[in-house]
Nanobody, 119 residues
Framework: QVQLVESGGGLVQPGGSLRLSCAASGSIFSIGYMGWYRQAPGKERELVAAIAPRGGSTNYADSVKGRFTISRDNAKNTVYLQMNSLKPEDTAVYYC????????????WGQGTQVTVSS
């Protein structure tokens, strides 16, 4: 059994910063791509950022480029999302995702963490 546990969400004023963390635990052989998605009320879930297994390659949604940074610590099976210059339109539930190798390759999701940007 593999679990992804997120932390770091909350309420922040426009222009502020938050750092999300997502730690994977369980019977893990290795972890491939990891990413962060978000879903705002009434909208579809969208990819925010993703990072390759060794961290050498990242990609971002156009709406967050230059403001958000994804990173990972493979020794801790953890992925981070540093969010700066937050805007009200960044308000959403943020989910982490990981491609985990156990006895096969499986897609796992965290439970979601709320990020609210409001004055």
């Amino acid at each position: 059994q593999v679990q992804l546990v997120e932390s770091g969400g909350g309420l922040v004023q426009p222009g502020g910063s938050l750092r999300l963390s997502c730690a994977a635990s369980g019977s893990i052989f290795s972890i491939g791509y990891m990413g962060w998605y978000r879903q705002a009320p009434g909208k579809e879930r969208e990819l925010v950022a993703a990072i390759a297994p060794r961290g050498g390659s990242t990609n971002y949604a156009d709406s967050v480029k230059g403001r958000f940074t994804i990173s990972r610590d493979n020794a801790k099976n953890t992925v981070y999302l540093q969010m700066n210059s937050l805007k009200p339109e960044d308000t959403a539930v943020y989910y982490c995702n990981a491609k985990v190798v156990t006895d096969g390759v499986y897609d796992y999701w965290g439970q979601g963490t709320q990020v609210t940007v409001s004055s």
